[in-house]
């Protein structure tokens, strides 16, 4: 399939082009911050204004602190939408690399990746990464890399399940005969094979990575250098909120989070229908 | 239940719980900042009072005696003392245990068997509306963070309505019964919590295992047999459904234990997650790092015995 036609294909499903028109506006949304936000996010100074409910002023409210809610959303998204791409890109990377190594080595290698893979599975991931942020210091790096550390297994699993179903295959068994190499093997006919997993679980990891950001941003492990949606539930929190009775300064970071994860979701689902011709096949039915 | 599936499932958990501890060990060194740095990490200080530093410590002997060492401090129970309670941490972490425990089962059951409910409902009328309503919100769910859920609850219950306590675990003037019907007043909105975000998308799941089973052939030889609708959802769907579940929950058992992390902190729950987050707080090294490996083994163990379960249920897993 063509790329220019993927993409038209993918518009014309509706959860398609929901997740088109939301991470677009997302997306516009962090490069344009500056221009978009009407106040600065980081202004803490405005006293006087402090805990107003939402107006036309300020579309989301003010906070304790009188710094506007909306403009401090319109910066936060620069840090889901970063984390959950950096996150999914080497999960993606790293777990589909190993998934491959796995399914085509097998044996001893295979065995080994697999009890890793079960071992990192039945890690309780959020307080070992407090943990490790306890120790390393809050940093943005220090936590991307952590989401990835967790997050890589269950991607390698599904990927090795792909390669080990695809080699038994004719044609793979055919490419062999003809002396293929493994590489070939890896690059022209098994890695394919796994496409289609592999953008809907890269597009599930964004949106888990974009959730465990907010998580550990709400518990005060984020980068304390940069407003994300996951810190202004943090301030709300430590600021006492919910005793004061201020509902929009939880409700709307937490609809930004909601709305980023669910948006890269509904992409990925679209994607697979698209990808894999037996859920396509099922849709074209309907 | 078969004795040498058990005995491998016994050295299987023995040995995950080995590698977990193998991991903290490594992680604990290999981190920079970490604890013991701190003490002797200082340029002032001289020579042969780092030396004296690192003795107290057992980190002038090589590497793999401080892993013994480790190893058996902790089939011990020894894992040092904390720096604000002032008395052995596994005391502390085993004193908040039941509370996380209380907090995150019991909703986990309850979810479980109306999952099953509904799941077989759902699944035996599939592509109905209560089917594709179900599903929608289940796919949904996953994109809501569940400590926002949370936190929407408190806002309305709380404090718009005035149903619950804010905060807290049990009122300090009950005794008896009535701190009993405190507590379960107290934690309420948080097993909703845990309860309405997991049970739709367990019971997807309980749907999906009975879409696939309707297509076996027993359940047209019950069919055959005449027998009643709903005996055939007992006897045959229930109870295959029933093993898959299980396996499913040992998917969950870290997240749930882990993210209870969240949960404690919105409810002021005094469970092992609000403690590592005290830890970490207040730089308690022993106290943190004991939290997290008891957490860890907690869930192994939790892995272990929803394994069990699964093989009652579902006898075909142990020939595997």
């Known amino acids: 399939?063509?790329?220019?036609?993927?993409?038209?294909?993918?518009?014309?499903?509706?959860?398609?082009?929901?997740?088109?028109?939301?991470?677009?506006l997302l997306v516009?949304?962090?490069v344009f911050a500056p221009l978009i936000a009407p106040f600065d996010p980081y202004d803490i100074t405005q006293r006087g204004l402090r805990l107003q409910p939402p107006s036309w002023k300020h579309l989301f409210g003010t906070d304790w602190y009188g710094t506007d809610i909306f403009s401090q959303i319109v910066y936060g998204s620069r840090i889901s939408l970063i984390i959950g791409g950096a996150t999914?890109?080497?999960?993606?990377?790293?777990?589909?690399?190993?998934?491959?190594?796995?399914?085509?080595?097998?044996?001893?290698?295979?065995?080994?990746?697999?009890?890793?893979?079960?071992?990192?599975?039945?890690?309780?991931?959020?307080p070992i990464m407090i943990m490790i942020l306890t120790y390393?210091?809050?940093?943005?790096?220090?936590?991307?890399?952590?989401?990835?550390?967790?997050?890589?297994?269950?991607?390698?699993?599904?990927?090795?399940?792909?390669?080990?179903?695809?080699?038994?295959?004719?044609?793979?068994?055919?490419?062999?005969?003809?002396g293929a190499t493994k590489w070939y093997l890896i690059k022209k006919h098994l890695l394919p094979a796994t496409y289609p997993l592999l953008v809907v679980n890269t597009a599930f990891t964004a949106a888990g990575s974009m959730l465990a950001e907010a998580g550990l941003s709400f518990l005060g492990f984020g980068d304390p250098r940069v407003i994300s949606w996951g810190k202004i539930l943090n301030n709300a929190r430590t600021s006492n909120a919910l005793v004061l009775g201020a509902w929009w300064w939880i409700i709307f970071p937490g609809l930004a989070i909601f709305l980023a994860s669910f948006s890269v979701m509904s992409l990925g689902v679209a994607a697979e229908k698209l990808l894999n011709p037996k859920l396509r096949d099922r849709r074209e039915e309907v | 239940m078969s004795f040498p599936y058990l005995v491998k499932r016994i050295i299987q958990m023995v040995l995950t719980i080995f590698l977990a501890l193998t991991l903290s060990f490594v992680l604990i060194r290999a981190l920079p900042g970490n604890?013991?740095?701190?003490?002797?990490?200082?340029?002032?200080?001289?020579?042969?009072?780092?030396?004296?530093?690192?003795?107290?410590?057992?980190?002038?002997?090589?590497?793999?005696?401080?892993?013994?060492?480790?190893?058996?401090?902790?089939?011990?129970?020894?894992?040092?003392?904390?720096?604000?309670?002032?008395?052995?941490?596994?005391?502390?972490?085993?004193?908040?245990?039941?509370?996380?425990?209380?907090l995150t089962a019991v909703p986990t059951v309850v979810s479980m068997v109306a999952a099953l409910k509904i799941g077989v409902y759902i699944g035996c009328k599939r592509g109905k509306l209560a089917d594709k309503l179900i599903s929608c919100v289940a796919f949904a769910l996953h994109s809501v963070p569940t400590f926002w859920f949370a936190l929407l609850l408190v806002l309305f219950f709380s404090f718009k309505v005035g149903l619950f306590p804010l905060q807290g675990m049990f009122d300090p003037k009950t005794e008896g019964f009535a701190k009993f019907l405190s507590l379960i007043h107290h934690v309420f909105l948080g097993w909703l919590?845990?309860?309405?975000?997991?049970?739709?998308?367990?019971?997807?799941?309980?749907?999906?295992?009975?879409?696939?089973?309707?297509?076996?052939?027993?359940?047209?030889?019950?069919?055959?047999?005449?027998?009643?609708?709903?005996?055939?959802?007992?006897?045959?769907?229930?109870?295959?459904?029933?093993?898959?579940?299980?396996s499913m929950l040992t998917l969950r058992i870290a997240g749930m234990l882990g993210g209870a992390v969240l949960i404690e902190t919105i409810f002021s729950w005094?469970?092992?997650?609000?403690?590592?987050?005290?830890?970490?707080?207040?730089?308690?090294?022993?106290?943190?790092?004991?939290?997290?490996?008891?957490t860890i083994v907690s869930v192994i163990l939790a892995n272990f015995f929803a394994d069990l379960l699964q093989t009652l249920f579902d006898p075909r897993v142990r020939f595997e």
């Open chain 1, 136 to 178: 390393v210091g809050n940093s943005f790096y220090v936590l991307i890399m952590v989401l990835v550390l967790f997050g890589w297994a269950g991607i390698s699993r599904v990927v090795r399940a792909v390669v080990l179903s695809e080699k038994k295959r004719g044609y793979v068994e055919a490419a062999i005969c003809a």
């Open chain 1, 1 to 24: 399939m063509k790329r220019y036609s993927f993409l038209k294909h993918l518009w014309y499903s509706s959860q398609g082009k929901f997740g088109i028109i939301t991470l677009s």
């Open chain 2, 35 to 102: 604890p013991a740095e701190r003490f002797y990490g200082d340029p002032r200080i001289p020579e042969e009072v780092k030396e004296q530093i690192k003795a107290a410590f057992g980190l002038d002997k090589p590497v793999w005696m401080q892993y013994l060492h480790f190893l058996k401090q902790f089939a011990k129970g020894d894992l040092g003392v904390s720096y604000t309670y002032n008395r052995s941490v596994t005391s502390v972490v085993l004193e908040r245990l039941p509370w996380t425990l209380f």
């Open chain 2, 193 to 246: 919590t845990l309860f309405l975000v997991n049970t739709p998308s367990f019971a997807v799941y309980v749907r999906n295992m009975v879409v696939s089973i309707l297509g076996e052939e027993f359940i047209i030889t019950a069919r055959a047999k005449g027998l009643l609708e709903r005996e055939i959802r007992k006897r045959h769907i229930l109870r295959n459904a029933l093993g898959p579940l299980f």
């Open chain 2, 270 to 294: 005094k469970g092992m997650g609000l403690l590592v987050l005290e830890a970490s707080r207040n730089s308690d090294y022993p106290l943190l790092q004991a939290t997290v490996m008891i």
């Open chain 1, 28 to 30: 516009i949304m962090a």
């Open chain 1, 88 to 126: 999914a890109l080497g999960v993606t990377v790293i777990g589909g690399l190993l998934g491959v190594i796995a399914g085509v080595y097998g044996r001893g290698i295979d065995t080994l990746l697999m009890r890793i893979v079960d071992f990192v599975m039945v890690l309780p991931g959020l």
